[in-house]
T-cell receptor, first 114, second 115 residues
Framework: KQEVTQIPAALSVPEGENLVLNCSFTDSAIYNLQWFRQDPGKGLTSLLLIQSSQREQTSGRLNASLDKSSGRSTLYIAASQPGDSATYLCAVRREGSTLGRLYFGRGTQLTVWP | DGGITQSPKYLFRKEGQNVTLSCEQNLNHDAMYWYRQDPGQGLRLIYYSQIVNDFQKGDIAEGYSVSREKKESFPLTVTSAQKNPTAFYLC??????????????FGPGTRLTVT
């Protein structure tokens, strides 16, 4: 069974800091990994999707890397802003799993204060 | 506007009553999913569907039922058999980018409270 772990569970930083969120998964046989953002009481917004053959993806101030063999991904947020405050979740799609089902971590709750 | 809609945003029910949560998408996605989210826990998969009239149980299907009569719609019924129905329910859909590669998109969620 695929287990996804996110560290840390919560993070509080001042505005302007660069920060790294970590995601690890137990089964390295994955098709892809997806990072999401969730604001309180809201649905999930897809941030980045990395295919298993890729090493990283970038979108604006966000950069996600994937080391499939070691079962790790990191989400790097540059020059953090208060508007980045949210919960960040990672999810993987395991090889052989049907219908694109995802396995989620519990998330990292990020607070960026002015 | 393309997207996934869930209604209602908040739902209150008495214990013992069945309740149906709506999920509609106009993204022309084939696959649709229902997840449950509880405080401090990750998302757990309830049911998923690839095509009309076909769906599969996820990890926590007991006490829930679904139907997929139309590609755009995937309603979830929370039955009285569900022991702990109070939770935040999220619907998602996905498109196939290439073999094995699905990117999931989520609706805004429905918060169900059963008393």
């Amino acid at each position: 069974k695929q287990e996804v772990t996110q560290i840390p569970a919560a993070l509080s930083v001042p505005e302007g800091e660069n920060l790294v969120l970590n995601c690890s998964f137990t089964d390295s046989a994955i098709y892809n990994l997806q990072w999401f953002r969730q604001d309180p009481g809201k649905g999930l917004t897809s941030l980045l999707l990395i295919q298993s053959s890729q090493r990283e993806q970038t979108s604006g101030r966000l950069n996600a890397s994937l080391d499939k063999s070691s079962g790790r991904s990191t989400l790097y947020i540059a020059a953090s802003q208060p508007g980045d405050s949210a919960t960040y979740l990672c999810a993987v799609r395991r090889e052989g799993s049907t219908l694109g089902r995802l396995y989620f971590g519990r998330g990292t709750q990020l607070t960026v204060w002015p | 506007d393309g997207g996934i809609t869930q209604s209602p945003k908040y739902l209150f029910r008495k214990e013992g009553q069945n309740v149906t949560l709506s999920c509609e998408q106009n993204l022309n996605h084939d696959a649709m999913y229902w997840y449950r989210q509880d405080p401090g826990q990750g998302l757990r998969l309830i049911y998923y569907s690839q095509i009309v009239n076909d769906f599969q149980k996820g990890d926590i299907a007991e006490g829930y039922s679904v139907s997929r009569e139309k590609k755009e719609s995937f309603p979830l019924t929370v039955t009285s058999a569900q022991k702990n129905p109070t939770a935040f329910y999220l619907c998602a859909s996905s498109m196939v980018i290439d073999r094995g590669s699905y990117e999931q998109y989520f609706g805004p969620g429905t918060r169900l409270t059963v008393t």
